[in-house]
């Protein structure tokens, strides 16, 4: 395990110089604003448990939006299989409760007291399906994390069931390898254990935030199993409309809803519904928000009002964009889901998503497997010495392409190679691929809620490169706003748990948060420019297609026939 790294409030400020005016470096302008912040919520505090894919932090935020604590730490990553992605349910919660004591430590060391953090929120990746013993608390089997494939052929299997063209109408959601509705199905299948506990009647499902928040509260000492209804819109068992548990959706995956434990739907914010922590240094501290990871990225960039929207460039890319109250149903390839609901009395906010497979892998490609630099943070540095892609086109389709494509049969393919290409030009390729896919998703997304994008929020890894910025806004026409302030995830989460105790009461109240220091990428090119490099990337992508066959998918991604 990496060793865990801590940062005090000095650490966590941005290293940006600080002014009070608005400067401009070419068509990016970086907008420097102090004058908002409030005294008094600068001594107020709430703490954000936000746990990825392959780490979990917890951060101490004041009211204003500055980090004044954190500590971060990696957990194991465990695959015993071709195609299998596991990870300890246990190693999940000691690592929450590690991160709370170290970050808590700072903040005491800082001259303030347990009783300063007036709530918790929680925040987490958001597939990933854990299953436990109502009974003894104690998890029946590694959790299956979102990343895993080896439900593929259940999947081939359940679109030819009956019904199966009913379920994207009910929640939002097509069927894949993700939702954790797939992977509960296998495990009821294929492992005994699982198996023997939902006939006992003893069986407990839940993602990540249901078990975190299960055992923050004791276990089976206090039994608090809910879920908010971000996290609970991609299990694929719950009505996007009616925002519960839908028997048509239950009976299509041949759960018996007699037979299993699942998590009580709530708002993403409240006072109670998500109890209190019960031992560590914060015994006695309220948890009143949960979100999935990507909403909660959503709610820190305070994008609540409908055409807002946020990418985040991690391993992956997620972009959501906010649809108002009501949900959209995609006819273009994205997903449906809930971006967030602060509070019991507020409506529902729903977004479309779009995936994109590789964005930081892609880097890391680069890096690990063809030696192009030792630091991935190097990325800029070697495409900054070409001026362009000099005609290469990368489609990173690794694993085929994600949305709006959803291409299986696609593979990894660099095209317009020369006897003259350098290294640089594939480091801009491999970024360009993200930004065009990116733009793909945007298409999309205008063609389903009838408005287009007026600006893009950006956060996660790659973001912090500067020429992939500024391609990705010369790519999509319109500008990219990048703030200082990278955590916007666990930001997400404390911005609801404060509602929940009333330090919030609108949105209107959010609108200076983390705006200081934000960079704005203009584009440079024009359209006609941008919209003959799309033309190149799409031929491309429909070059890319046919690589593989069914068969080979299946021995690729470890499928087993049972």
Same mark, same amino acid.
């Given at each position: 395990?990496?060793?865990? *790294? !801590?940062?005090?409030?000095?650490?966590?400020?941005?290293?940006?110089?600080?002014?009070?005016?608005?400067?401009?470096?070419?068509?990016?302008?970086?907008? +420097? &604003?102090?004058?908002?912040?409030?005294?008094?919520?600068?001594?107020?505090?709430?703490?954000?448990? &936000?746990?990825?894919?392959?780490?979990?932090?917890?951060?101490?935020?004041?009211?204003?939006?500055?980090? #004044?604590?954190?500590?971060?730490?990696?957990?194991?990553?465990?695959?015993?299989?071709?195609?299998? $992605?596991?990870?300890?349910?246990?190693?999940?919660?000691?690592?929450?409760?590690?991160?709370?004591?170290?970050?808590?430590?700072?903040?005491?060391?800082?001259?303030?007291?347990?009783?300063?953090?007036?709530?918790?929120?929680?925040?987490?990746?958001?597939?990933?399906?854990?299953?436990?013993?109502?009974?003894? @608390?104690?998890?029946? /089997?590694?959790?299956?994390?979102?990343?895993?494939?080896?439900?593929?052929?259940?999947?081939?299997?359940?679109?030819?069931?009956?019904?199966?063209?009913?379920?994207?109408?009910?929640?939002?959601?097509?069927?894949?390898?993700?939702?954790?509705?797939?992977?509960?199905?296998?495990?009821?299948?294929?492992?005994?254990?699982?198996?023997?506990?939902?006939?006992?009647?003893?069986?407990?499902?839940?993602?990540?935030?249901?078990?975190?928040?299960?055992? %923050?509260?004791?276990?089976?000492?206090?039994?608090? %199993?809910?879920?908010?209804?971000?996290?609970?819109?991609?299990?694929?068992?719950?009505?996007?409309?009616?925002?519960?548990?839908?028997?048509?959706?239950?009976?299509?995956?041949?759960?018996?809803?007699?037979?299993?434990?699942?998590?009580? #739907?709530?708002?993403?914010?409240?006072?109670?519904?998500?109890?209190?922590?019960?031992?560590?240094?914060?015994?006695?501290?309220? =948890?009143?928000?949960? %979100?999935?990871?990507?909403?909660?990225?959503?709610?820190? $960039?305070?994008?609540?009002?409908?055409?807002?929207?946020?990418?985040?460039?991690?391993?992956?890319?997620?972009?959501?964009?906010?649809?108002?109250?009501?949900?959209?149903?995609?006819?273009?390839?994205?997903?449906?889901?809930?971006?967030?609901?602060?509070?019991?009395?507020?409506?529902?906010?729903?977004?479309?998503?779009?995936?994109?497979?590789?964005?930081?892998?892609?880097?890391?490609?680069?890096?690990?497997?063809?030696?192009?630099?030792?630091?991935?943070?190097?990325?800029?540095?070697?495409?900054?010495?070409?001026?362009?892609?000099?005609?290469?086109?990368?489609?990173?389709?690794?694993?085929?392409?994600?949305?709006?494509?959803?291409?299986?049969?696609?593979?990894?393919?660099?095209?317009?190679?020369?006897?003259?290409?350098?290294?640089?030009?594939?480091?801009?390729?491999? *970024?360009?691929?993200?930004?065009?896919?990116?733009?793909?998703?945007?298409?999309?997304?205008?063609?389903?809620?009838?408005?287009?994008?007026? =600006?893009?929020?950006? &956060?996660?890894?790659?973001?912090?490169?500067? #020429? /992939?910025? +500024?391609?990705?806004?010369?790519?999509?026409?319109?500008?990219?706003?990048?703030?200082?302030?990278?955590?916007?995830?666990?930001?997400?989460?404390?911005?609801?748990?404060?509602?929940?105790?009333?330090?919030?009461?609108? !949105?209107?109240?959010?609108?200076? *948060?983390?705006?200081?220091?934000?960079?704005?990428?203009?584009?440079?090119?024009?359209?006609?420019?941008?919209?003959?490099?799309?033309?190149?990337?799409?031929?491309?992508?429909? *070059?890319?297609?046919?690589?593989?066959?069914? $068969?080979?998918? &299946?021995?690729?991604? @470890?499928?087993?026939?049972?």
């Amino acid at each position: 395990m990496a060793r865990p *790294m !801590f940062s005090t409030a000095d650490d966590l400020q941005p290293h940006i110089e600080v002014h009070t005016t608005e400067s401009h470096d070419g068509n990016r302008s970086i907008v +420097q &604003d102090e004058s908002h912040r409030n005294d008094n919520l600068k001594n107020r505090f709430i703490g954000a448990i &936000d746990q990825g894919t392959t780490s979990t932090r917890f951060i101490i935020f004041d009211c204003t939006g500055v980090p #004044i604590a954190s500590y971060q730490t990696e957990f194991r990553q465990i695959h015993e299989n071709s195609g299998w $992605h596991e990870q300890d349910p246990l190693e999940l919660v000691n690592s929450a409760y590690t991160c709370i004591e170290e970050a808590m430590n700072s903040f005491l060391a800082l001259g303030h007291s347990k009783s300063d953090v007036e709530a918790i929120g929680i925040t987490s990746q958001r597939e990933t399906t854990v299953v436990w013993d109502w009974e003894t @608390g104690e998890p029946l /089997c590694n959790a299956i994390a979102w990343p895993d494939t080896r439900t593929t052929n259940l999947v081939r299997e359940l679109k030819a069931k009956p019904g199966a063209e009913e379920l994207l109408q009910l929640c939002g959601l097509p069927l894949s390898t993700y939702p954790s509705s797939v992977s509960l199905l296998w495990l009821l299948r294929n492992n005994p254990d699982v198996r023997d506990a939902y006939e006992a009647g003893t069986l407990a499902f839940g993602t990540v935030d249901s078990w975190l928040i299960y055992n %923050l509260n004791g276990g089976p000492e206090n039994n608090v %199993l809910v879920t908010d209804v971000s996290n609970a819109s991609r299990t694929m068992f719950m009505n996007i409309h009616t925002l519960q548990y839908d028997d048509r959706l239950l009976k299509f995956f041949d759960i018996d809803r007699s037979k299993i434990r699942l998590p009580k #739907i709530v708002p993403s914010s409240d006072p109670e519904a998500f109890g209190r922590v019960v031992m560590g240094p914060l015994d006695g501290v309220r =948890i009143t928000s949960c %979100l999935g990871d990507q909403s909660a990225a959503l709610v820190g $960039h305070c994008a609540f009002t409908p055409g807002s929207a946020k990418n985040t460039y991690g391993t992956g890319c997620f972009l959501l964009y906010n649809v108002g109250d009501k949900p959209v149903i995609s006819k273009h390839g994205l997903l449906s889901t809930v971006g967030f609901q602060l509070g019991r009395d507020s409506k529902p906010v729903y977004a479309l998503e779009g995936s994109v497979a590789v964005a930081g892998s892609g880097i890391s490609f680069l890096m690990n497997n063809l030696g192009f630099f030792r630091d991935s943070r190097k990325v800029s540095e070697v495409a900054a010495t070409v001026p362009d892609n000099g005609g290469c086109v990368f489609v990173t389709a690794f694993s085929g392409l994600f949305a709006p494509y959803w291409i299986d049969d696609a593979k990894g393919t660099i095209f317009g190679i020369t006897q003259y290409t350098q290294r640089g030009h594939i480091a801009r390729a491999t *970024m360009e691929a993200a930004c065009f896919q990116t733009k793909a998703i945007l298409d999309a997304m205008a063609m389903d809620s009838g408005h287009q994008l007026s =600006i893009l929020a950006v &956060d996660g890894g790659m973001s912090n490169s500067d #020429i /992939c910025m +500024q391609s990705q806004a010369d790519i999509i026409q319109i500008p990219v706003e990048r703030p200082a302030m990278h955590e916007t995830t666990a930001l997400g989460t404390a911005i609801a748990a404060g509602f929940a105790v009333g330090i919030w009461k609108e !949105f209107d109240e959010l609108k200076h *948060m983390n705006r200081a220091n934000r960079t704005t990428f203009s584009p440079q090119i024009s359209r006609q420019q941008s919209e003959r490099m799309y033309k190149k990337w799409s031929k491309a992508v429909e *070059m890319s297609r046919g690589w593989v066959d069914n $068969h080979e998918l &299946d021995i690729e991604r @470890g499928v087993r026939f049972f």
